[in-house]
Nanobody, 123 residues
Framework: QVQLVESGGGLVQSGGSLRLSCAAS????????MGWYRQAPGKQRELVAS???????TYADSVKGRFTIARDNAASTVYLQMNSLKPEDTALYYC?????????????????WGQGTQVTVSS
């Protein structure tokens, strides 16, 4: 079992930056593929970025070059640095954990979710 707690969301103007954090409890954090998803009102939840336990990263096309995912295994924390934010980045952002990347092989999220943190970008 792992529990995930996100923080760092807020209101920011277009072009601004935010850094999201996701702290994980439980053991074996380093064995999880960690991901950030987001869901905007009326839209489906989508993968924003992920990082495997080996350090491989994946990004949605819409955030490439603007967002960076990073992890600190010693601190059991994953981060999402978001730069050049746009109004269309407004969404509830969720942290996700996939043990041994088992679900990501089929393109599915992992079993563990945080409660979400709201990001609102004003124009």
């Amino acid at each position: 079992q792992v529990q995930l707690v996100e923080s760092g969301g807020g209101l920011v103007q277009s072009g601004g930056s935010l850094r999201l954090s996701c702290a994980a409890s439980g053991r074996l954090f380093s064995l999880f593929l960690m991901g950030w998803y987001r869901q905007a009102p009326g839209k489906q939840r989508e993968l924003v970025a992920s990082m495997s336990n080996g350090g491989s990263t994946t990004y949605a096309d819409s955030v490439k070059g603007r967002f960076t995912i990073a992890r600190d295994n010693a601190a059991s924390t994953v981060y999402l640095q978001m730069n050049s934010l746009k109004p269309e980045d407004t969404a509830l952002y969720y942290c996700n954990a996939d043990y041994l990347s088992r679900r990501s092989i089929s393109g599915a999220p992992g079993d563990y979710w945080g409660q979400g943190t709201q990001v609102t970008v004003s124009s």
